[in-house]
């Protein structure tokens, strides 16, 4: 069983400092460095870089906002429409995910590069700052699960409505709730630090993958949405009764098939794409090696040229007398003459 711990909030003068707010900020310049990073590494274009990651960012965060009141919270809208642009008021991670990778796509058509090796470059940054953002949600505990026994469970604040056996909770933990040190704890799922230790172990494997051999453009983005969507799938079972809106199934539960739904058609068409080109660079000619046979070719019928015979008339240097040598005959003579 682990502890609930909660540090902050800081207070600097007129603001309140969380350690939420701080890891989500350090999640954003560690992943754009790493993006940075991983885009010199492949020869990528700076420029469009730079450009990309705020399409990436500012799109990523507006739709992370909508998901989250849209789909979780529609009765937040229906008090006051402008909650939708308080994009600080809750954020969804597959919102975020979706709006971020929407935004990248758009800006790279308008650009007309290629996709895909950008989106490898950006998928390999998310990873990274999803360490962190998942760290400041462990943090926060914003993603409380069910009331368990669990051995690898954190001993939340209690409830009304969450003792154990009695009785699961209709809606999240309220914050004045989670923040009574005096109410009894209650053992729960922590979302968010499972989250976490996924975290690390999608970057490992996505830094195994890259660091043994070349992979097909869009690897990266085809293994995050593969690995993820069951994982989130699975997750969404745990946490405290959520909207069902569709089957039985959670937002993020449809979200997730969608989601693995796209890894599966990019699997397929991007292997189909890198068999493809590797197939033509085979049945293609080398055309340096071409032109140096050719070369070569005519260096060897070119009269005079080095390794063929002169076609002059005068005698070449180099061929050798057929009869015997000048020495040979003189000996031959001085024979001769003893005998005689």
């Known amino acids: 069983m682990i502890p609930y711990f909660n540090p902050g909030p800081w207070?600097?003068?007129?603001f309140s400092i969380h350690a939420f707010g701080i890891?989500?900020?350090?999640?954003?310049?560690f992943g754009v460095t790493m993006v940075q990073r991983d885009a010199d590494r492949r020869g990528l274009n700076?420029?469009?870089?730079?450009?990309?990651?705020?399409?990436?960012?500012?799109?990523?965060?507006?739709?992370?906002?909508?998901?989250?009141?849209?789909?979780?919270?529609?009765?937040?809208?229906?008090?006051?429409?402008?909650?939708?642009?308080y994009i600080w008021k809750g954020i969804s991670s597959f919102g975020g995910f979706l709006g971020g990778v929407g935004g990248l796509i758009f800006f790279l058509k308008l650009k007309k590069v290629d996709i895909w090796p950008y989106l490898d470059s950006f998928g390999w940054g998310f990873a990274w700052a999803w360490i962190?953002?998942?760290?400041?949600?462990?943090?926060?505990?914003?993603?409380?699960?069910?009331?368990?026994?669990f051995a690898f469970s954190v001993q939340y604040p209690a409830f009304p409505g969450a003792i154990p056996g009695v009785g699961q909770p209709t809606a999240d933990v309220s914050q004045s709730a989670l923040l009574n040190k005096y109410l009894p704890l209650v053992q729960r799922y922590d979302l968010g630090l499972y989250e976490l230790i996924f975290a690390v172990c999608l970057v490992t494997i996505l830094f195994i993958f890259n660091r043994k051999s070349k992979r097909f453009p869009g690897f990266n983005v085809t293994l995050l949405a593969l690995i993820y969507a069951p994982v989130r799938f699975f997750f969404d079972f745990l946490r405290i009764v959520d909207n069902k809106i569709f089957l039985g199934l959670t937002p993020g539960q449809l979200f997730a098939i969608?989601?693995?739904?796209?890894?599966?058609?990019?699997?397929?068409?991007?292997?189909?794409?890198?068999?493809?080109?590797?197939?033509?660079?085979?049945?293609?000619?080398?055309?340096?090696?071409?032109?140096?046979?050719?070369?070569?070719?005519?260096?060897?019928?070119?009269?005079?040229?080095?390794?063929?015979r002169a076609t002059s008339g005068k005698p070449s240097k180099d061929a050798s007398d057929s009869g015997p040598s000048k020495s040979a005959r003189k000996r031959a003579r001085k024979k001769g003459r003893k005998r005689h």
């Open 258 to 308: 969608a989601l693995f739904g796209l890894g599966l058609w990019m699997l397929v068409t991007r292997t189909r794409a890198a068999r493809a080109r590797k197939a033509s660079t085979q049945d293609r000619p080398d055309d340096g090696d071409e032109a140096e046979k050719k070369t070569a070719a005519k260096k060897r019928t070119k009269p005079g040229s080095k390794g063929t």
């Open 23 to 29: 890891l989500v900020g350090l999640a954003i310049i």
């Open 46 to 85: 700076p420029q469009i870089i730079s450009e990309a990651q705020i399409w990436a960012l500012v799109v990523g965060f507006v739709l992370a906002h909508w998901v989250s009141v849209i789909f979780y919270f529609p009765e937040r809208i229906k008090e006051d429409p402008l909650e939708l642009i």
């Open 132 to 149: 962190l953002g998942r760290m400041g949600c462990t943090t926060a505990h914003d993603h409380p699960g069910k009331v368990t026994d």
């Open 11 to 14: 207070t600097l003068g007129p």
